[in-house]
């Protein structure tokens, strides 16, 4: 079994070679401003990954022809169920002319498909778990104001994986269970999992803040500010000059509990505000399935840190027990979930663009 893992982000290139259940080779390809100043839009830079990712392969002595599948991080399509989706021409056309939201994970299922026509008939390119994996139940949607729906926009690729993960080490069925997964890093994302789905979660613009995202603000508030800033400035406070970094200077996790520790009593009560929301949203969370949770789980950047792992023990541990899974887990869940479908393990699903 041979599959390729395409990961695209901003400001760089994730690239996977798995083999026969495990990762043997692994890079993040990063790619400087001035390479990407060339391009005005995102879909502008298919053919330079492309290329990139071909002269990765041909190093490494890994021939396209080989490969089982491609799998590439999903984009910014409509509403989708979980799970793996091959990639055809109306994902293309979608991702290309269609969606709204202009994104580098747009890019994967385009760069699969761009791997796929090098290599042999049997070769399938799919996306699996994009961001928009929708599962919420009618009841999640109401938002509060007429026309507004909450939406399921989160690290749904690295949530799912650490669910089924932990379901798996912890001896529990994940169609059977429930968990909540917290992503703790540049963004935070809270959701719960019941009975093998994602049916709610916390996303970056209404809950706690990050080490650089707002989070949910109190709106009489923030509603004076937008008259104020243009909304490509609101946009920038609330997704990269907010949280942490607006408190401390600094989006880094480990120098703020330096400070922290070193004795900055003004940023240890920030610190300390930071931990207290995410509690608040794992708890909010729990309500969902009036307390019945199996396991909780941390993962992503921040919960490599001993400190916000020990309080969130303390606050929210009377509600499951917790495991720390840091890090992401995107390339190995990208890998495993095209392996099931080529073992006819998981159903490989065709989207289908909504109607217009």
């Known amino acids: 079994m041979k599959i390729l893992a395409i990961n695209p982000g901003s400001t760089s290139t994730k690239v996977s070679y798995y083999v026969d ?16 100043r060339q391009f005005q839009n995102v879909v502008d830079q298919l053919e330079f990954r492309r290329d990139i990712l071909l002269a990765f392969m041909e190093k490494e002595g890994i021939d396209p022809k ?50 796929k026509e090098q290599g042999s008939e049997k070769t399938i390119a799919l996306i699996y778990d994009p961001v928009s ?74 809950g706690p803040f990050s080490t650089e995202r707002t989070g949910g603000l109190p709106l009489k508030y923030l509603m004076p500010l937008c008259y104020e800033h243009t909304l490509k400035e609101m946009l920038r406070l609330y997704k990269r000059e907010g949280g942490l970094k607006s408190y401390a200077g600094t989006s880094d ?63 929210v541990g009377f509600i499951a027990p917790i495991l720390a899974v840091p890090g992401e887990h995107e390339m190995i869940a990208l890998s495993k979930g095209a392996e099931r479908v080529v073992l006819g393990e998981e159903e490989l699903k065709q989207f289908n663009p909504p109607a217009s």
């Open 21 to 36: 259940g495990e990762i043997i080779k692994e890079q993040g390809i990063s790619h400087s401003t001035e390479e990407l």
């Open 133 to 206: 994996v929708d599962e919420f139940e009618a009841v999640a949607r109401i938002s509060g104001l007429k026309g507004i729906e909450r939406k399921s926009i989160g690290h749904a690729l690295n949530m799912r994986a650490v669910a089924m993960k932990v379901a798996r080490e912890e001896g529990l069925d994940y169609k059977k269970a429930t968990l909540i997964v917290a992503h703790l890093g540049g963004g935070n994302t809270i959701s719960i999992h019941h009975n093998g789905k994602m049916i709610d979660l916390i996303s970056d613009d209404e």
């Open 66 to 115: 080989e490969l089982d599948a491609v799998a590439g991080r999903g984009g910014s399509l409509p509403p989708v169920t979980s799970g793996a989706y091959e990639v055809n021409d109306e994902m293309i056309h979608y991702l290309k002319d269609v969606t709204q939201i202009e994104h580098p994970s747009n890019l994967g299922a385009m760069l699969a498909k761009e791997i």
């Open 253 to 315: 996790a480990r120098e703020i509990e330096k400070r922290v520790l070193a004795g900055d009593k003004e940023l240890e009560v920030v610190y300390d505000g930071y931990i207290y929301q995410i509690a608040k949203g794992i708890g909010s969370l729990a309500t969902v399935t009036n307390g019945a949770v199996d396991r909780i789980a941390l993962t992503g950047g921040v919960a490599y840190s001993e400190m916000v792992v020990s309080e969130l023990k303390k606050r």
